[in-house]
């Protein structure tokens, strides 16, 4: 069964995501990014920034911890921005290095838990702290994702 | 008869532009926010410690 998400709009060129988290602290306004980093042999490089945008600040933080109650709901979410992202970017790599282990281990644990969902969309290689690349597997700890849509 | 048709034609076309132009949002230009930069120059790292971008 497909995980509960929110509806999302999208800027003009499919990088840019905006949609609202819905709950008890309100409507809070969240935004992803993919940022383009690098070319590689013949891959395109894009970072994944996600986060609650503060329109005064004008800033983006995704060091906020929003307890809005739909964390889940929220990274369905953002999961789906991916799917549809890698649709209009075909061949592209997203790059996942969160801000802090915590949240780290929190996008691990939901992969695990979503894991054949996500492994018949995209392939998912794991940074290591040694820097090594190796396929997602439960249980390990990584520094960060690459996610490349299947052919 | 001919000219009511048309603006009724324009008024379609105008409302027609409006409804697609609501699928998009204007993105605030966050091209300098430190947190983007940030975690832009951390996934770089992260790909440099993989080998996959080069060092320099």
């Known amino acids: 069964m497909l995980p509960e998400r929110y509806e999302y ?13 819905e709950g008890p602290k309100g409507k809070i306004r969240k935004l992803v990014i993919y940022s383009y980093l690098a070319t590689e042999d013949g891959h395109a490089y894009y970072n994944l920034g996600f986060g609650d945008y503060d329109a005064v600040a004008n ?7 929003s307890n809005n109650l ?23 790599r997203i790059v996942v290095k969160e ?13 695990a838990l979503h894991y054949s969902m996500i492994a018949e969309i995209f ?29 | 008869m001919g000219i009511v048709s048309k603006n009724k ?17 204007e993105i605030p230009d966050l091209s300098n926010d430190p947190y983007i930069l940030k975690k832009n120059e951390a ?12 060092k320099d």
């Open chain 1, 9 to 21: 709009r999208r800027a003009r060129g499919y990088r840019e995501y905006q949609f609202f988290s």
């Open chain 1, 59 to 65: 800033e983006l933080n995704d060091f906020a911890i």
């Open chain 1, 70 to 92: 739909d964390r889940d709901k929220v990274l369905a979410t953002v999961a789906a921005t991916a799917e549809e992202f890698t649709r209009h970017y075909p061949g592209s």
């Open chain 1, 99 to 111: 801000s802090t282990p915590a949240r780290t281990r929190l996008y691990q644990m939901k992969i």
């Open chain 1, 123 to 151: 392939d998912i290689q794991c940074q290591t702290a040694t820097g090594k690349s190796v396929p997602f597997r439960k249980g390990e700890n990584y520094e960060g994702f690459i996610f490349e849509r299947k052919a």
């Open chain 2, 9 to 25: 034609r324009n008024v379609k076309s105008k409302k027609t532009a409006k409804k697609k132009s609501s699928r998009y949002f």
């Open chain 2, 43 to 54: 996934a770089k790292a992260m790909l440099r410690k993989a080998g996959i971008l080069s």
